[in-house]
């Protein structure tokens, strides 16, 4: 009834006509396929909006295809396994040890101003979800409340049990880890394929090199804050290649697509392409051309128009993380080490791998590597 991945994303691999319709989709396009509608049409599941666990009882009756909450064929989600074996396991008593830990110094008064993600979690844990839109965001209160056991007797706060703390571990997890690695990927290439990248890797290599020699010669959090044409690099490499190329969101009210004749309803699940948004010689002249440089003026944009982490009170929750991450990551390499794409290997222009989940290079990212020799 509920399918958390409401839907799956394939290409077509040859002309389709929709039966019934005057719609043809071509060949080669990406496409959304909704679960959600696909498990709640009655020609499939009868009473479909009824909740009947005994319909699973003649589940060997239907088709592969109309039950796929985990997606279907080749790219079935590869953790329908992973949720029933022991790595689940492993990974839900490695967030209860975790949090047990923290809320023993919480107890003993020691861990309450962390803030982090497992601070937050034990206070998901002891509150629970308020049913209500949570308004109170004082970290002073939240601190407070830890120490209490105000969620005990009062019935507007919903119980988060163990499972659901160990599924948002995950999901950072998860999150978190492809989409930086893309990103730096990404980086690398546009620094390492074209005359024009290799003299920005150069004026980058320059930049932290000066930091780091006023850091007495070590990479500092503060130092990172002041490498701004790195930071440049990053924000330039997110606007060409954002590694979650949609958002999804639903209508709030009827919408006409100006210049068409195309409604969208309102309460409609729809996907918004940030790729092409960040690629609109609109917003961004000489959209294909990698220039950090025009982050420069970046005041000057709407918030709508550049949002490769989304945007609006769903925004990426690791944002902060992960530029902290990839700017860490692209100095390290940087310092001590000089790029040139290896064409043999990697196509230029680059090629995105079509069943990738999160936009990746085909092939990888292959560089030749020197070791920078740096002036005295
Ligand atoms: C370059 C790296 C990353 C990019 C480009 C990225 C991008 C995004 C985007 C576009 C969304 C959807 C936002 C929306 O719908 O408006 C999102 C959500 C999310 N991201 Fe990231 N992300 C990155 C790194 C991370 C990291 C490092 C973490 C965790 C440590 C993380 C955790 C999450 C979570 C938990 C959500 C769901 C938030 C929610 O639904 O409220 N992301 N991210």
Known sequence: MHPPAGTISRFTVEDYQIPGTSLKIDKNIPIFISISAIQRDEKFFPRPEQFDPDRFLQKDQWNHFTYMPFGEGPRLCIGLKFTMDESYVFFRNFVQEIMKKREEAIDKGEGSGYGDFIHQLVLLKKRGIKREEIKNDDEDEENEF??????????????????????????????GFETTSSLLSFAMFELSSSKNGKQIQRRVAEEVDKVIKEDGGMITYDGLKRMHLLDRVLNETLRLHPPAGTISRFTVEDYQIPGTSLKIDKNIPIFISISAIQRDEKFFPRPEQFDPDRFLQKDQWNHFTYMPFGEGPRL????????????????ALISKFEFDLCTKKTPVPLKYNKKAFILAPQSGVWLKTKLRRKKK
């Open 316 to 331: 990426c929750i690791g944002q902060r993380f992960a530029m902290m991450q990839a700017r860490l990551g692209l100095a």
């Open 146 to 175: 830890l120490k209490s056991d105000a969620n005990e007797t009062d019935v507007s706060w919903a119980n988060v049990d163990l499972d659901d703390l160990a599924a948002q571990a995950m999901l950072f997890f998860s999150a």
